[in-house]
């Protein structure tokens, strides 16, 4: 029943920033870690960043002080703020959230960033 949902993806130019959005639904018990990855074409899915229950973040050495994952627990979303985009961030950028209570994980649809002149 756990529904995530991406949205904010789109073009942006190398330098400029974007805001990713994942609401979540079915979710009505406890606060579940939550993370953001991503895959580029031919490339493996990697983790870019994840936020614990007790807003505990970690990211990816190649994100490191350009993108911050937050989250707003009343509205049951989380989100990605990129900011000094490069190019080698063009991915198609996934949310995964890790239910306890249902003992899984659960992966959105995936929504497209590219980052070109």
């Known amino acids: 029943q756990v529904q995530l949902v991406e949205s904010g993806g789109g073009l942006a130019q190398p330098g400029g920033s974007q805001r990713l959005s994942c609401a979540a639904s079915?979710?009505?018990?406890?606060?579940?870690?939550m993370s953001w990855y991503r895959q580029a074409p031919g490339q493996q899915r990697e983790l870019v960043a994840d936020?614990?229950?007790?807003?505990?973040?970690n990211y990816a050495d190649s994100v490191k002080g350009r993108f911050s994952i937050s989250r707003d627990t009343g509205k049951n979303t989380m989100y990605l703020q990129m900011n000094s985009l490069k190019p080698e961030d063009t991915a198609v950028y996934y949310c995964?959230?890790?239910?306890?209570?249902?003992?899984?994980?659960?992966w959105g649809q995936g929504t497209q960033v590219t980052v070109s002149s």
């Open positions: 995964n959230l890790e239910s306890i209570r249902l003992g899984r994980s659960f």
């Open positions: 079915g979710t009505t018990g406890s606060i579940n870690p």
């Open positions: 936020i614990t229950p007790g807003g505990r973040t």
